[in-house]
């Protein structure tokens, strides 16, 4: 009956009387602050999965030494005209220690999808931001495990400490009872290196060197600006 009615209105009446259905159905479903919302978490998705930081859970990105430099480097690139030298001396830098993190994301994956969980592989290794300590159900016996893999294989590609985000994974492993099972993958696919192998490594990355690098382009800037100053006082 109310869609006949209506039907009725919109032929022989005036409009009015729909006027009221049809600011309903333009009016948006969601608000602005729940866009924004849903965006701010698209960007942290993003950002996790660009950048694969060691400590998901630190905002500020600065409790680790790797997760401070990369971070360092990516503000002063903002900071840096795009398409200058310095802009792409920084964005070599970000891109070398990006795909560090990819290869040893590669290699976990790799094992993961070995011992069966080829659809489920993605999900384990996906740790987002707001990933707590808290929650998870065997923190210590997880740590234990980061340890072994970081001492007695390769799988990760340098001496610093293992990317705590791994964390987060091999708590998941053992909630399934395949924990041991991964350490004895990562065993035999990745055996630890000899230091002469470690010292001629192409994939590690000098973390003394990048800072080094960065404070060079931050004063390279700063020498700009007081040229620049200096050519407008003349």
């Known amino acids: 009956m109310g869609a006949a009615f209506k039907r009725f209105c919109v032929k022989f009446c005036c409009c009015c009387c729909c006027d009221d259905d049809d600011e309903d159905e333009k009016r948006p479903l969601l608000g602005n602050e729940t ?5 701010r978490e698209a960007k942290k998705r993003r950002d ?17 030494d790797d997760d401070r430099i990369l971070y360092n480097l990516i503000q002063s690139r903002a900071q ?3 398409g200058s ?32 969980f080829m659809t489920e592989a993605e999900s384990l290794l996906n740790v ?22 970081h001492s007695e294989t390769s799988i990760f590609n340098s001496k610093e400490p293992p990317p705590e985000r791994y964390l987060f994974t091999l ?15 990562a065993r035999r696919f990745y055996p630890p290196r000899d230091d002469d192998d470690e010292e001629e490594d192409p994939m590690a990355i000098n973390l003394p ?3 080094s690098r960065l404070n ?12 620049g100053e200096s050519s407008e006082q003349d």
């Open 171 to 185: 708590d998941r492993l053992i909630y399934l009872d395949a924990a041991d099972d991964f350490v004895a993958k």
């Open 209 to 211: 060197l990048l800072l």
């Open 85 to 116: 030298q310095g802009y792409r001396r920084l964005s070599v830098d970000i891109e070398a220690m990006r795909e560090v993190r990819r290869e040893v994301r590669d290699k976990w994956k790799m094992i993961l999808e070995n011992l069966g």
């Open 35 to 39: 866009l924004e919302y849903f965006d």
């Open 128 to 149: 987002s931001a707001s990933a707590s300590y808290d929650r998870m159900r065997n923190a210590a016996a997880a740590r234990t495990l980061l340890q072994t893999l």
């Open 48 to 64: 996790q999965e660009t950048n694969l930081w060691s400590e998901p859970g630190d905002p500020s990105h600065s409790e680790r």
């Open 80 to 82: 840096t005209r795009m």
């Open 216 to 227: 060079q382009n931050i004063s390279a800037g700063d020498d700009d600006d007081d040229e």
